[in-house]
């Protein structure tokens, strides 16, 4: 099937995304044309912010979280509001960043690009202005920088909202939507700002907004603004770039005495490249020690530079004389019974044909005779591409800006929205509409390469109101009806031999023994191409409906309640070909004999889900206020290019999620102290496709956590501020099915080989699988704790404004040890970093400097999922500066 037959609907999306540009411009364009006066100002800031210039207390009412226009102190969930001011202060720009503030976001990587936001250990949603958002997942990289306001709420979203991810959600206000800066101002204002630092940092921004009106009626208020960011930076990771540029407009119009118009847009371009650390051991984590070399069989058969799908398949072909299950091929093996027999088994006489133990023994023969029984005994089930070469094999000091890095990652996000709003009566109506879009693509030559075209439109209308009030009970309601439609497509080639790279090469280079060809080059299986292993495209429409009811009783206790209805309608579709191409089934080639699907297949089926949540508040004496909060929650089994398997279709769509949270809050000293603390207990199913590729498996996991979060928040004046966290959390990883996970060799049963005179280790275990895959079999129901998410972690961050313009910020954050994958078999140590900033503001300009990892901690963040956390992690930046220049006008 050619994939052209489809048209490419995000082009639609950029159509759109053009106009509303055209449309801003011309709004401005009237706006400088008027000649009347417009009559407007800014909203009451008498104590708005007054005493807390960054608004660190959690002061101001936000509908983010429950719905209702309620403070952080009055409202029964964990959640934690970070303004424009603290973004600054300091200086959260990636998702990493936002561990300085907020409790349990502490969030593990995708091949390094920080993506999704996590929460409480799960993968959280992202609303923008209370509208659900396509997943950035891995796949571009999420720009904190560019927000006027971020809520991280821990736990569901609230009914009216839509089914969510009951782990929690962050709620994210653009800079071009900024009511205290872009809404009805008085006159044009706007700031521009550059960002230079270490490893060739660049940034330059700015932002412009003020008044406007296209009605023609000089008593209607608007406002305008428009955000732009660029950045064209290099990075510790040599050969990683970070570009990326972003666009943001938006236009707040008063259309009648009660309706308003708010719309806008939201651009992203963003190219850059993951990256991992690989080759992992204990020792490489604890003293930097690394295993250089390459591979013992050349798989680069016809010299062309790069390793074709056949070429490697004809090189490392499966081993004769072994039985083989139809999940191993040349480059991954399975380890099941088979080597538990051959390791209880004798030494072999004879080696296999074509095995690892054959090759030694053919072009190594005196490193043959030092393997020892058991690895003679598993090499001979193994094949022969997977093992190095030792005479290349050589411990090295590590440079820890050498990466696994995957050679291109491009994405274009584009949002439009549409709100009318009616709030200035007793009925509260609002209607809201966004259109978001998601073209990406990720080409990596260890191999793996995707592209994805994802859209989602969705429509939300809600109406907020006051049912009943006497002189002790009064009763609010937020009602909501939603429609959303999801189209994603994702065709790919999976492969990641990620160990491959020697990493102790000159400048991170590359080797014709470690790049592979992807598809975007060349797809031709028979002619030096790697073929296509998936393309799936799934169409689902959401139907749903929600309530909330805000029962307040004298002036202590308050109720919440909250209910949602959610109906799905998906279809999925795998194809047989891309392009002409067939698609390749990965599991069961053998010896050069390909398989490829012969037939699109396809299922469509329905499902429903119920959501409730019910919350209690009641307040204390001495400012302290207690609640608790249980709910169950409908989230959807998409995976992570938010596609469905197909016997997920159906009954499976969607999955139940609960959470159960006690909290006390208080606030006390006129409310200059702040401070929060909550216990709660969620789960929640996670989704796993099968690795090979085929659409009739996929299963439901679940993931349980548990924990413990103190927040405070102290401002004695307004020139000194004080935040801090601590949280204690565990959270247990239950499979849903039986499946692979991938390990190093010394798991699997393989030894060290020794020098016979000095002892010490010439050939690690580990050296005989990172050619390659290599597997091992997870039973349904294993119950393990969740890796790369610590148990403990604590933050703290403070300021102080100090005469002659100058401001002092200080901010650390320690977590604990963590496995970095299922079994524990690498441990990530403890780590404790400070940042520290120093800045001078003058009239409009302002200057600031930032060092960030004062003391030059190393420390790593795992892999996100449980996959491959034993073989591949992350390497946190080194210490670090960067210089901000900024004038206001």
């Known amino acids: ?39 407007g100002s800014l909203e009451d800031l008498v104590t708005y912010g007054a005493g807390d210039p960054n608004f660190v207390l959690p002061n101001q009412p936000i509908e983010g979280v429950l719905g209702f226009s309620k403070s952080i102190l009055e409202t029964p969930r964990s959640a934690t509001v970070v303004s424009s001011e603290m973004i600054s202060e300091l200086s959260i720009s990636e998702v990493a960043d936002l561990a300085r503030i907020a409790p349990s976001t502490n969030t593990v990587t995708r091949w390094g690009v920080q993506g999704n936001i996590d929460i409480r250990a799960m993968t959280a949603d992202t609303y923008f202005r209370g509208m659900k958002r396509i997943e950035p997942q891995g796949n571009s990289r999420t720009v904190l920088g560019a927000n006027d306001q971020i809520e991280v709420v821990r736990g569901p979203a609230p009914a009216y909202f839509g089914s969510g991810k009951i782990g929690g959600y962050t709620n994210m206000t653009p800079k071009s939507g900024r009511s205290r800066q872009g809404a009805y101002l008085e006159e044009d204002e706007g700031f521009v700002q550059g960002i230079f630092g270490s490893y060739g940092k660049r940034e330059v921004s700015l932002g412009f907004g003020g008044p406007i009106n296209f009605t023609g009626n000089s008593e209607r208020r608007g406002g305008y603004y428009v955000y732009a960011l660029e950045e064209d930076s290099e990075s510790f990771y040599e050969n990683i770039p970070i570009g990326q540029k ?7 119009q008063e259309l009648t005495e009660s309706w308003r118009l708010e719309t806008g847009f939201n651009l992203q371009e963003t190219r850059t490249a993951g990256g991992f650390m690989t080759r992992i051991t204990q020792d490489l984590i604890d003293n930097g020690n690394y295993w250089g070399g390459t591979f013992l069989v050349d798989l680069d058969l016809d010299k062309s530079g790069k390793i074709g799908h056949l070429e490697f398949e004809t090189a490392s072909p499966i081993v004769s004389g072994s039985t083989n299950s139809s999940g191993n091929n040349s480059l991954r093996q399975r380890f099941d019974s088979r080597y538990t027999d051959a390791l209880a088994g004798e030494v072999p006489v004879v080696a296999n044909a074509n095995s690892a133990l054959e090759a030694f023994q053919t072009m190594r023969p005196e490193f043959a005779g030092m393997l020892g029984d058991a690895n003679m005994k598993l090499l001979n089930q193994l094949p022969r591409g997977f093992v190095m070469d030792p005479d290349t094999v050589e411990l090295t000091k590590v440079d820890w800006g050498h990466v696994s890095l995957e050679k291109e990652l491009y994405a274009k996000l584009g949002l439009f929205y549409l709100d009318f709003i009616n709030d200035g009566g007793d009925v509260k109506m609002k209607n809201q509409m966004i259109l978001d879009s998601q073209d990406q693509f990720k080409d990596s030559e260890l191999p793996f390469y995707q592209k994805q075209d994802i859209w989602a439109f969705e429509n939300k209308f809600s109406l907020e109101t006051e049912l009943y009030s006497d002189n002790s009970v009064t009763v609010n309601s937020i009602s909501a009806v939603n429609f959303r439609h999801t189209d994603a497509q994702r065709h790919c080639n ?32 028979y002619n030096g191409g790697a073929p296509y292993t998936r393309w799936r495209h799934s169409k689902y429409d959401e139907y749903g409906i929600g309530t909330m009811l805000d029962i307040t009783v004298g002036e202590n206790l308050s109720v919440i309640l909250g209910a949602r209805y959610d109906y799905i309608d998906a279809e999925t579709a795998d194809y047989a070909d891309v392009d002409g191409e067939g698609i390749y089934v990965f599991a069961s080639g053998a010896d050069g004999t390909p398989s490829f699907r012969t037939a699109d297949t396809s299922t469509r089926d329905t499902d429903d889900g119920v959501s409730y949540t019910g919350s209690v508040y009641y307040s204390l004496p001495n400012n302290l206020n207690l609640y608790g909060t249980y709910g169950l929650q409908t989230a ?19 999955a139940e999620a609960s959470i159960e949270e006690i909290g006390i809050k208080g606030s006390h000293f006129d409310g200059k102290l702040y401070w929060a603390l909550a216990g709660y207990r969620q789960e929640r199913a996670t989704v796993d496709e099968d690795p090979n590729g085929n659409p009739l498996i996929g299963s439901l996991g679940v993931l349980t956590g548990e924990g413990v979060e103190l927040e405070v928040r102290w401002v004695p004046n307004e020139k000194f501020y004080l935040s801090g966290f601590s949280v204690a959390q565990k959270t247990l990883d239950v499979s849903g099915r039986a499946g692979w996970l991938r390990l190093h060799g010394t798991t699997h049963g393989f030894e060290d080989v020794l020098d016979p005179v000095t002892g010490e280790v010439i050939y690690p275990a580990e050296a005989f699988t990172w050619g390659g895959q290599a597997g091992h079999r997870v039973q349904a129901g294993e ?27 200080l901010s650390g954050n320690y977590i604990s040890e963590v496995q970095s994958g299922r079994y524990g078999v ?30 030059d901690e190393l420390y790593f963040r795992g892999r996100s999922g449980s996959t491959s956390g034993d073989e591949l992690i992350s390497v946190m930046l080194p210490r670090r500066w960067q210089v901000t220049i900024s004038k206001t006008f």
């Open 1 to 39: 099937m050619n994939e052209n037959q489809h048209p490419n609907l995000a082009l639609k999306v950029g159509h759109l995304f053009r106009l509303s540009s055209f449309a801003l411009i011309v709004a401005i364009c009237t706006k400088q044309a008027q000649s009347q006066d417009v009559e």
């Open 246 to 252: 972003i666009l943001q407009g938006a236009i707040s």
């Open 494 to 525: 999976f492969g990641d031999y990620d160990n491959r790279p020697n990493l102790a090469m000159p400048k991170n280079e590359r080797t014709p023994r470690d790049l592979f060809i992807t598809p975007r080059e060349n797809s031709d299986y």
């Open 636 to 654: 959807l089994s998409d995976g992570s290019a938010l596609t469905l398997a197909q016997n997920l279709i159906g009954d499976g769509a969607y």
């Open 783 to 809: 119950k393990i704790e969740r890796p790369a998410y610590p148990n403990t972690s604590h933050g703290i961050a403070m300021g102080y404004k100090a005469p002659y313009g100058l401001n002092f910020t």
């Open 826 to 855: 690498v441990m990530l140590p403890e780590a404790t970093t400070a940042n520290l900033a120093i800045g001078w503001k003058r009239g409009s300009f302002a200057a600031k400097l930032d060092i960030f990892n004062l003391t």
